[in-house]
């Protein structure tokens, strides 16, 4: 079935070093990916997205990376800080067109710690 | 400007009583979802509405749920009858119709708890 998933559901980092959070997903037609962060008690915020015409794009210290040979979505931070720490969701718009296509697929999420 | 508000923010109720949750979007947003989402999981789409167009309900997980959206504005979502696997955060998003990134900017959540 359609689904979007996370390899690992626990990161933890040394403050400082770069991140790396993976994220699959199984339908080939989804044609936009967004990476969310959610803090403790918040709602999830909007990190930056990514188009299935690109493989690369980049934003403030974050990179997200797209490899459609292989389904697979990863979101790179550089420098992690501690108010890094949070979940991460990837989620897919499968661009159904139509009436449908501001639908999201969440993943489960990666809870990322940042060790000071 | 404001952001997406939702409340309220905890909500302890009874298993077989009714809840309501509410959600102000931000102003001049005119799409409205809400997602739910259980301890350790991803958000489970809900509800969609847009403007004046029927909602999209095909994601509500019983007809004990329902939602409306007054006004273009302020929705409401209503649980009868609750039960215990009901119990999660409950969360509001809003959005432009065809906004170049599809963003959507979420509230806080209602936490609900059903005892």
């Known amino acids: 079935g359609e689904s979007v998933g996370l390899h690992l559901p626990t990161l933890s980092v040394q403050e400082g070093d770069n991140s790396i959070i993976n994220c699959a997903y199984s339908?080939?037609?989804?044609?936009?990916f967004i990476w969310y962060k959610q803090e403790s008690g918040k709602g999830p915020q909007f990190i930056i997205d990514i188009r299935s015409n690109m493989d690369k794009r980049q934003g403030q210290r974050v990179t997200v990376l797209l490899n459609k040979t292989v389904k697979h979505l990863s979101l790179q931070i550089a420098a992690t800080q501690p108010g890094d720490s949070a979940v991460y969701f990837c989620a897919e718009n499968k661009g159904q067109g139509g009436g449908s296509n501001y639908k999201l697929t969440f993943g489960k999420g990666t809870l990322l710690t940042v060790n000071p | 400007g404001a952001g997406v508000s939702q409340s309220p923010s905890n909500k302890v109720t009874e298993k077989g009583k009714d809840v309501e949750l509410r959600c102000d979007p931000i102003s001049g947003h005119t799409a409205l979802y809400w997602y739910r989402q259980s301890l350790g999981q991803g958000l489970e789409f809900l509800i969609y509405f847009q403007g004046n167009s029927a909602p999209d309900k095909s994601g509500l997980p019983s007809d004990r749920f329902s939602a409306e959206r007054t006004g273009g504005s302020v929705s409401t979502l209503t649980i009868q009858r609750t039960q215990q696997e009901d119990s999660a955060v409950y969360l509001c998003?809003?959005?432009?119709?065809?906004?170049?990134?599809?963003?959507?900017?979420f509230g806080p959540g209602t936490r609900l708890t059903v005892t």
């Open positions: 998003a809003s959005s432009l119709v065809g906004a170049p990134s599809y963003e959507q900017y």
């Open positions: 339908n080939s037609a989804s044609d936009y």
